[in-house]
């Protein structure tokens, strides 16, 4: 198989429905979870946002391990394909049980949420580290992998569309009324769509390129390879910082239309016109790219999102049309960033194997899972302590200081980060003509490491 090949149209679609998969399980974590634990499992917003920041000390740990297990995975199915089989059972069952409400005391609750909730994020890491890095190996080609990453956000933003528009319907009506009972079939109708979209991603999807050298070094040098490769320490920082323009939103969102625009009925809608807007900007990000370079694209879009987060602080609560329009637009300006990080993920493991001849690319990828988990895990740490130290009461008319908190969390907040990932992204040093060079060098040494051979 030919790693500079088109795919085909089927396999992209394939590979899509990994993450529309992962995301019926990543978008109810970024928009609901929070919510869930606040005003349905009933623990307080500073223990939450304590919990998600804790969670991600193990990450640190077992993202990068399983970049390197899944680096060393040697099987008939290829490096990362197997995983998409082995995770998606324990995946469905840490879902159910992350959101299932026993009955104990607060500290009790406590302990099963933490227990819980690390477990969903280690089964998390376990099938979607394997599933990102396979971007990586279907085609060593940077436009057809830029393509392929649309195809990939397409399909993540379509299954968080899902989870916006009929979550609180699903709720309801499978809870009929008991909102810990909705909430766990909800998650266990999910889980069961998520299986089977993994099962389809595993059959239709192939591995292609390969690494010039047996990967016979450690784990170590794995991670050292990482520290020299200051594109992707660019990469792992801007993704951060955007993870936590996009997580303090999206989580603050619920709390937005029920506390300060007081139209709970606009949750499920507002939600959705902000996912049918990233999946359209993800669908033009290709087109985007043939005009502009992906460094200064992304340096653009983040800032026109800094300015709309901003001008919405202006906004009044009765302006509902306006507030909309802005949530339109900041989805359409965010579309484009998930495909262009990753497909520009995918070129830092080229320059990796090129600088040091070993090619890790789930190390690469794995950092990049951290990265994401990692900036939502400070976006609920944020958001919980705002929310407490301005006086949040769940399920309560809140005071001015508690709406303060929570329009600046909507507004003012991700606006300064998108604007910092704006200069962040100035460092970034990869363009499409280094690209060119590192991969011709890493095709001319693949063909004389098999004529040696």
């Not at 089989?85 to 009790?108: K, M, Q």
């Not at 999946?279 to 200064?296: E, H, Q, S």
């Not at 509902?320 to 990753?342: A, D, E, M, R």
């Amino acid at each position: 198989m030919n790693a500079t090949n088109a795919l085909t149209i089927k396999e992209k679609i394939a590979y899509a429905l990994g993450d529309t998969a992962s995301n019926l399980y990543w978008r109810l974590f970024d928009v609901f979870l929070f919510y869930f634990y606040t005003d349905v499992f009933g623990i307080p917003a500073a223990t939450v946002g304590t919990m998600m920041l804790a969670a991600r000390l193990i990450d640190a740990l077992s993202d990068p391990a399983m970049g390197a297990l899944a680096d060393r995975t040697k099987t008939r199915w290829g490096k990362f394909r197997p995983y998409l089989i082995w995770g998606a059972f324990p995946l469905f069952f840490a879902g159910v049980l992350t959101f299932t409400v026993p009955d104990l005391s607060e500290p009790g609750k406590v302990i099963w949420a933490y227990v819980t909730y690390i477990a969903l994020m280690l089964a998390y890491t376990f099938i979607n580290v394997p599933y990102g890095a396979l971007l990586g190996v279907m085609t060593s080609d940077s436009q057809q992998r830029t393509s392929l990453s649309s195809f990939r956000f397409i399909g993540a933003f379509s299954g968080g569309t899902v989870v916006a528009y009929f979550t609180p319907s699903l709720v309801n009506a499978l809870g009929g009324g008991d909102d810990a009972l909705g909430w766990q079939l909800t998650l266990g109708v999910y889980g069961a769509i998520a299986f089977a979209m993994y099962m389809v991603c595993f059959a239709l999807c192939k591995e292609r390129v390969h690494p010039i050298a047996k990967n016979n070094h450690s784990p170590l040098a794995d991670i050292k390879d990482l520290t020299s490769n200051k594109p992707w320490l660019v990469l792992f920082s801007l993704a951060l910082i955007i993870m936590l323009t996009i997580s303090i939103r999206a989580s603050s969102g619920v709390f937005f239309l029920k506390y300060f625009i007081q139209r709970e009925d606009l949750i499920s809608s507002y939600m959705t016109l902000y996912m049918i807007s990233l999946a359209v900007g993800a669908a033009i990000a290709p087109v985007l790219t043939r005009f502009v370079d992906k460094r200064n694209l992304l340096i653009i879009l983040m800032s026109l999102v800094a300015f709309l987060s901003f001008a919405q602080y202006f906004v009044g609560s009765d302006d509902i049309v306006l507030h909309f329009v802005i949530q339109g637009l900041i989805g359409l300006c965010l579309g484009p960033k998930s495909p262009l990080v990753f497909s520009m993920y995918a070129d830092t493991a080229d320059y990796s194997e090129w600088k040091n001849h070993r090619r890790s690319t789930a190390m690469i990828f794995s950092a990049a899972s951290f990265s994401q988990k990692l900036g939502g895990a400070l976006a609920g740490a944020i958001i919980g302590n705002i929310l407490s130290s301005m006086g949040y009461v769940p399920n309560m008319t809140q005071s001015p200081e508690s709406q303060a908190g929570i329009v600046m969390l909507m507004t003012l907040i991700p606006g300064a980060f998108a604007l910092l990932s704006a200069l962040c992204i100035r460092f970034y040093s990869l363009n499409e003509a280094q690209l060119h060079i590192i991969q011709a060098d890493l095709e001319r040494q693949k063909s004389d490491t098999q004529y040696e051979g």
